[in-house]
T-cell receptor, first 113, second 114 residues
Framework: EAAVTQSPRSKVAVTGGKVTLSCHQT?????MYWYRQDTGHGLRLIHY???????EKGDIPDGYKASRPSQENFSLILELASLSQTAVYFC????????????FGPGTRLTVL | GEQVEQRPPHLSVREGDSAVITCTYT??????FFWYKQEPGASLQLLMK?????EINEGQGFTVLLNKKDKRLSLNLTAAHPGDSAAYFC?????????????FGQGTSLSVVP
């Protein structure tokens, strides 16, 4: 079964600080995604990647960077964390042959103070 | 781009009753449709994947209906039980997108009371 893990599972950061969220998948999937979930809202796509060393902007990329150093790993970077970035962040992966079906990680709860 | 509207945002039903959650979407060329279940503090679990060529899909204790004419997707939980209490999200894969991203509905928080 698909396995997507995220670290840390929760984090408290200070405004203006740098935050890195990590995602690791063992599915041998080509596509990886970062979403954020805010209370009362669905998931919104921040960044995605379809191959190592390449990332693409999603629907809400402002204030976020992404890095895909290998097929298995995908990071989300907040260079200057802000209060508005308090949310739950989900990583997902999908197979290029079946790319619409995404498998999600457990999520990271980020609180920016 | 694709927009997905999900209703209701909150739903409370008694055990044994049915619960219906509906999503409407805007892109008539959308091809894949998904329902996810999210239990408190947990990740999203895929309930069902629906292709645009199939209008009715049945799972364990639920039915998914796709009305392409009205661009409406619904999840009907028959005989709900407390274990169904969770947040439910629809997601649509718009064919117009350059790659197959998912556009999510806002979610429905379902509470099944004994």
């Amino acid at each position: 079964e698909a396995a997507v893990t995220q670290s840390p599972r929760s984090k408290v950061a200070v405004t203006g600080g740098k935050v890195t969220l990590s995602c690791h998948q063992t599915n041998n999937h080509d596509y990886m995604y970062w979403y954020r979930q805010d209370t009362g809202h669905g998931l919104r796509l921040i960044h995605y990647s379809y191959v190592a060393d390449s990332t693409e902007k999603g629907d809400i990329p402002d204030g976020y960077k992404a890095s895909r150093p290998s097929q298995e790993n995908f990071s989300l970077i907040l260079e200057l964390a802000s209060l508005s970035q308090t949310a739950v962040y989900f990583c997902a992966s999908s197979d290029a042959r079946n790319y619409a079906e995404q498998f999600f990680g457990p999520g990271t709860r980020l609180t920016v103070l | 781009g694709e927009q997905v509207e999900q209703r209701p945002p909150h739903l409370s039903v008694r055990e044994g009753d049915s619960a219906v959650i509906t999503c409407t979407y805007t892109d008539p060329n959308s091809y894949y449709f998904f329902w996810y279940k999210q239990e408190p503090g947990a990740s999203l679990q895929l309930l069902m994947k629906v292709f645009s060529s199939t209008e009715i899909n049945e799972g364990q204790g639920f039915t998914v209906l796709l009305n392409k004419k009205d661009k409406r997707l619904s999840l009907n939980l028959t005989a709900a039980h407390p274990g169904d209490s969770a947040a439910y999200f629809c997601a649509v894969s718009p064919a117009s997108s350059s790659f197959s991203k998912l556009v999510f509905g806002q979610g429905t928080s379902l509470s099944v009371v004994p």
